[in-house]
């Protein structure tokens, strides 16, 4: 079973930022958070990973809680491309399985 | 970062037939891994492909159902055996790169069976 929970869904207007949270509150010491996102019909796409400090790239920022508990995965000026499922998964790496279990997402409709 | 590619994009079958899934990556890399995405639902990790051995399947798969070949790091195979409806699905390749162990997935194969 997935190890996170995340809202089904979310609408979000566009080019405003848009804030999907996900909870892990049983997360191990040396688990990643990891974000992909599935726009329909594609394969997921990778978006960021972070331990316990944040993390920003291109795509996307991610704020972890202190506690480790939850995190937010934030789009800055959300865009009708960024219309997908968004998955938050929590894994250690290098652990020797590479097994990713998915849950269920969050279903973010972008609205013009 | 991988590039990876499959073939078919899809395809429509009948049942009691068999299709075989391409999965073709940039570079080379340890192990591919196979996962099914039926209509609605999140993605299912079917098995991992080992490349010179045997594959190693997810609880409620079986080789017989779903062989898989790796012949060499940069390819593999899957094929849906004796299909009916119920294996219409997408069926997407990975690959795991990087120290963190970062997942690249294809495009996927989108498969109907009538």
């Known amino acids: 079973d997935a190890k996170t929970t995340q809202p089904t869904s979310m609408d979000c207007a566009e080019g405003r930022a848009a804030n999907l949270p996900c909870n892990h509150s049983t997360i191990s010491g040396n688990e990643y958070v990891y974000w992909y996102r599935q726009i329909h019909s594609q394969g997921p796409q990778y978006i960021i990973h972070?331990?316990?400090n944040n993390e920003t790239n291109e795509m996307a920022s991610l704020i972890i809680t202190e506690d480790r508990k939850s995190s937010t995965l934030i789009l800055p000026h959300a865009t009708l491309r960024d219309t997908a499922v968004y998955y938050c998964i929590v894994r250690p790496p290098a652990s020797g399985t590479y097994k990713y279990i998915f849950g269920t997402g969050t279903r973010l409709k972008v609205l013009a | 970062s991988a590039v990876i590619s499959q073939k078919p994009s899809r395809d429509i079958c009948q049942r009691g037939t068999s299709l075989t899934i391409q999965c073709q990556v940039d570079s080379q890399v340890t192990m591919m891994f196979w996962y099914r995405q039926q209509p609605g639902q999140s993605l299912t990790l079917i098995a991992t492909?080992?490349?010179?051995?045997?594959?190693?399947?997810e609880s409620g798969f079986v080789i017989d159902k779903f062989p898989i070949s790796r012949p060499n790091l940069t390819f593999s195979t899957l094929t849906v055996s004796n299909m009916s409806p119920e294996d219409s699905s997408i069926y997407l390749c990975?690959?795991?790169?990087?120290?963190?162990?970062?997942?690249?997935f294809g495009p996927g194969t989108r498969l109907l069976v009538l």
């Open positions: 492909a080992n490349q010179g051995s045997e594959a190693t399947y």
């Open positions: 990975s690959v795991v790169v990087g120290a963190f162990e970062t997942q690249y």
């Open positions: 972070g331990l316990k």
